[in-house]
């Protein structure tokens, strides 16, 4: 019996890899994949590792898909272990008629012709007619390497050089396999792909299956992609995505961008892991060839408009998808730049921050979904309330559409202070909620707050603000972000600081935080970050390590300048935590504040810690 590759290719696809073998091999969760003891040698150290779309022993070389599995290890026929598969997956297989074994046949031919193609495009690359080709390639920084991994290649500009190379299968093979144009009506066919930097399009076992080609003059379009044949169908493959899949799971991230340069530029920047849809937008079957390989694939688009509604309409396929453990978060460029831009301007350094900082899906919908809404209004915000509504009722898994339907309310009451549940409330309802922190963590509050203005004085304490013991979510997340950015980009300023955290849609949650600061007066006198974040940090410590920090804060004192935050900084090392001392002491910490401006510096004797 025949099977097309294509019928194969979707049973794979829709297979559970580690179900099946978990059947017969006791597996364990190795990272993103499962591991075991080889079934096919006898091992007591496991080798064999089980991954979403095959097995390999690194011990005795064993390696297959679904279908070897069940041939090898459990004896099934080809035949049968197809059917097995098939009736698990909920699919049919096709009868074996003589029809379906011409088309697979047929299609093993086409596989020829498109290999024979590739073969020609890339040594007309480095022929003598690539010349202008070649240049493009240098413009852009692709090394001959990189071009050689990728296997480019060139179409020169000559109606029929590819039917000519291509001379011994017949023309209407080459028309089906979309090299060449057929008019209707015409006998002639010629070249579709003339004038043209080729970039192969490969099937995920890396078969070439059609081709695009960038337009090296003023031509339109400037892209041209293979159209739709037996192999080739641009809404059921990403470019690259044979080569990006095992770095993909190495790392545990795939990255999505828009274009074909932007892949192999990243690729040649060291992110190997880079994929990207076919000149359209990313379509269902290309987010479930990337959650294949990975739970949260990130999702990075250029930062114009049209890169924004891309990403949109991308969030928006994602969501009837979305499982428990399975997501996206989007990532988005500077205003004007596209991957290449940012990787040869910033270096790679910068690509990475920027998909340190992808953002969550929820909080990338909210940001559109807010920024298309007019507020001002209650039916304005009425409006908002049922778009959001209408936005989480396309999820199919309960669960998580339950947990999107709290998230968008949490995002609405932080935004307008309105209760979760039903009616509103006014702006007074901030207070109760802000009034829910500890007393450190009012502290740390004023201490965030303050980092966003200046977060240039956090930079020599970031170790220590990690380190201070949250246990407020919100803060929390707020300290962590903060944190992140600047640990990846130390020189950032308080407007780069901002658009970072605004990236990761946590800019409402910095306008709470500066508004709960004011309003429960949790900000400290003006003096050293460091000091008061080594102070909050060692509350939780032993007396001992408090009292040093303690004596370190004395010593610094004794320089003079520090007078009222070295006050307040040694009393909360001190205090042991005692929640009755707080209030008082901060009162007079800050009476110490408002006087040490009229009142020459002098030294400060430090509490026992015993007596408030």
């Excluded at 076992?205 to 960038?214: A, T």
């Excluded at 901002?498 to 004011?518: E, F, I, P």
Aim: aromatic share 6%; glycine share 8%.
């Amino acid at each position: 019996m025949s099977l097309s590759p294509a019928f194969l290719d979707e049973l794979r696809a829709r297979t559970d890899l580690p179900t099946f073998v978990g059947r017969a091999v006791k597996l364990t969760r190795a990272g993103r994949d499962w591991r075991g003891c080889c079934p096919f040698h006898n091992e007591k150290s496991p080798s064999f590792y089980v991954y979403a779309d095959h097995y390999h022993c690194f011990g005795c070389g064993a390696h297959g898909d679904a279908i070897r599995w069940l041939t090898e290890k459990q004896g099934l026929s080809f035949l049968d272990a197809v059917k097995e598969l098939a009736a698990a997956a909920g699919l049919e297989v096709p009868a074996p008629t003589p029809q379906a074994r011409a088309k697979a046949e047929r299609a093993a031919t086409l596989y020829d012709v498109t290999a024979g193609a590739q073969r020609w495009f890339e040594a007309q690359l480095w022929g003598d007619r690539g010349g202008a080709a070649r240049a493009y390639l240098e413009r852009r920084g692709v090394t001959v390497e990189t071009a050689r991994a990728f296997g480019l290649g060139f179409a020169p500009d000559d109606r029929t050089a590819l039917k000519r190379a291509l001379a011994k299968h017949p023309e209407p093979l080459l028309v089906e396999a979309g090299l060449l144009i057929q008019p209707e009506g015409e006998e002639l066919s010629f070249d579709r792909f003339r004038g043209r930097l080729i970039f192969p399009i490969r099937d995920a076992r890396g078969r070439p299956v059609g081709f695009g080609g960038r337009a090296l003059g003023e031509v339109k379009p400037k892209y041209l992609n293979s159209p739709d044949t037996p192999l080739f169908d641009k809404g059921r493959l990403l470019f690259n995505l044979d080569q990006a899949a095992a770095p993909a799971r190495e790392r545990a991230r795939l990255v999505l961008v828009e274009g074909y340069m932007d892949v192999i530029a990243l690729a040649q920047a060291g992110i190997a892991e880079a994929v990207a849809p076919l000149g359209t937008a990313l379509t269902e079957h290309q987010l479930a060839l990337a959650w294949r390989l990975v739970p949260e694939p990130v999702l990075c688009f250029d930062g114009d408009a049209a890169g924004l509604k891309a990403a949109e309409k991308a969030a928006r396929r994602a969501l009837p998808g979305l499982a428990p453990g399975r997501s996206v978060r989007i990532a988005t460029l500077p205003a004007g730049q596209d991957p290449d831009d940012l990787v040869r301007s910033s270096g790679p350094s910068a690509m990475q921050s920027v998909l340190a900082a992808a953002e969550p899906l929820h909080a990338m919908l909210w940001r559109a979904m807010l920024a298309a809404a007019e507020t001002e209004t209650p039916e304005g915000r009425a409006g908002l309330k049922a778009a959001l509504a209408e936005l989480t009722a396309t999820i199919s898994d309960r669960e998580v559409r339950r947990q999107y339907e709290q998230q968008f309310r949490d995002h609405f009451w932080d935004r307008f202070g309105w209760k979760r549940g039903r009616g509103s409330a006014s702006p007074a309802a901030v207070r109760p909620r802000a009034a829910l922190l500890s007393a450190r963590e009012r502290e740390v509050l004023g201490l965030l707050t303050d980092l966003l203005d200046a977060p240039e004085e956090g930079c020599d304490c970031l170790e220590l603000i990690a380190a201070i013991p949250v246990t407020n979510a919100r803060v929390a997340r707020l300290r962590d972000a903060i944190v992140g950015s600047l640990a990846a980009v130390p020189d950032l300023d308080r407007a780069g600081l901002q658009n970072n955290l605004g990236l990761c849609g946590l800019g409402q949650l910095c306008d709470w935080a500066r508004m709960a600061t004011a309003r429960l007066g949790a900000r400290r006198p003006a003096g050293s970050l460091h000091l008061r974040a080594e102070a909050l940090a060692a509350v939780d410590q032993n007396r001992a390590a408090r009292q040093a920090v303690a004596d370190g804060l004395t010593a610094a004192l004794a320089d003079g300048g520090l007078r009222a935050e070295a006050l307040f900084a040694e009393q909360r090392a001190l205090i042991l935590g005692r929640r009755d001392l707080h209030e008082s002491f901060f009162e007079r910490a800050q009476a110490a504040a408002m006087t040490s401006a009229s009142q020459p510096d002098q030294p400060v004797k430090a509490d026992d810690g015993e007596n408030g």
